[in-house]
């Protein structure tokens, strides 16, 4: 496409066919009622309204206008409501840009327009006309039925004894073209209203797999980290247990094992929770499941200057169970979120004797 072909067939609404009207009024709201007035001239994009009011270029004004002219004749009182952002103000009055939501308010408004010139009536004629005014005028008319039309003239007939030929405002072809841009719009976007449903259908299960994850990831740093205070915790209760004020006696492994078990209670999975609590000077590593495990040995004695220290260790293992479980294969190595999994922390101290 050329550029000319491009700017051809872009549409200045400034030429845009426009219709000298009568009896056409407008009505907005400016503080108190309503009142009519006067439109001297309105276009598919635009108008220029007669009246007083005084509005700043830009203000958006809700406009009903109003075809009296119909009212007048068959008793329908068409109208309709378009939405006008204010141009320029004029000696007279005031001109509108009107702005649309969608293609079927610009589709209402032509068809409105349509309306005001097929129900446009020629100005009225003056009383006493003779015989022979008459005659010529019943002449001129069989000639101009006779007489080929030009483009843009239709025939208006207001009574059987009484056809008269008036011009009538048409469309240009470029706004057809741009009527048959809307309507092809409006098909395209009837045909993907689906659209939306299917690519929702499509997102919704990796957004719950992205959720499920999120909480189960969550969870185990949580695990983690609760295993490793209890841990801690139970090994500053095994160092400092003899020195502290009431306990003369260092706490025996049992009690330690109460302490971090407690600690850990609030764990989904604590019952899975295998503490271990061993001392340098004993080479007895003491467990709350009978068996200690292999990764858990008794701790050395450490000596620096000299001086040999007595260490204490505990030892917790704790099997992570996801919130919320999900398929896996794993043979295969693949899982959905994370798989059942072992925290393992140690935490050693130098005792206090």
Not at 27 to 43: A, E, H, L, M
Not at 212 to 228: E, K, P, R, T
Request: glycine fraction near 8%; aromatic fraction near 6%; include cysteine.
């Amino acid at each position: 496409m050329s550029i000319r072909d491009l700017i051809g067939r872009i549409t200045d609404r400034r030429r845009a066919s426009r219709i000298q009207t009568q009896g056409l009024a407008a009505y907005y709201w400016t503080g108190g009622i309503p009142k009519p007035q006067d439109v001297s001239d309105i276009g598919l994009y635009g108008a220029h309204i007669i009246a007083p009011d005084v509005f700043y270029p830009g203000t958006l004004v809700q406009i009903m206008l109003e075809n009296r002219a119909a009212m007048q004749g068959d008793g329908k009182n068409p109208h309709i409501s378009v939405c006008g952002r204010v141009c320029r103000k004029t000696s007279e009055g005031f001109c509108v840009a009107f702005s649309f939501a969608d293609g079927s308010e610009r589709r209402q408004l032509r068809r409105f327009l349509q309306g005001v010139t097929r129900r446009a009536q020629p100005e009225a004629e003056p009383a006493g006309l003779d015989e022979s005014n008459a005659k010529d005028r019943s002449e001129d008319a069989a000639a101009a039925a006779n007489t080929p039309r030009p483009p843009g003239q239709n025939e208006v007939t207001l009574g059987q004894d009484k056809p008269q030929t008036m011009r009538l405002i048409e469309f240009k072809p470029g706004e057809e073209k741009e009527r048959n841009q809307e309507k092809h719009m409006e098909d395209k976007k009837r045909r993907s209203n689906g659209q939306a449903l299917i690519e929702s259908a499509l997102i919704l299960p990796l957004l719950f797999l992205l959720i499920v994850n999120v909480i189960n990831f969550g969870g185990f740093l949580y695990d983690w980290i609760a295993v490793s205070n209890a841990a801690r915790t139970g090994a500053q209760y095994l160092c400092t247990g003899g020195a502290t004020v009431g306990a003369p006696a260092p706490p025996i492994a049992a009690a330690v094992s109460t302490l971090v078990l407690n600690d850990m209670h609030a764990l989904p999975n604590s019952a899975s929770a295998q503490v271990c609590v061993s001392k340098s000077s004993s080479v007895t590593v003491t467990c709350n499941t009978g068996s200690a495990p292999a990764g858990a040995p008794p701790p050395v004695d450490t000596a620096e200057g000299g001086i040999t220290y007595v260490v204490g260790a505990v030892d917790v293992k704790y099997t992570y169970q996801p919130f919320i479980p999900l398929w896996d294969f794993p043979n295969l190595r693949i899982h959905a979120t994370l798989p059942p999994t072992t925290i393992h922390r140690q935490a050693r101290m130098r005792m206090l004797e």
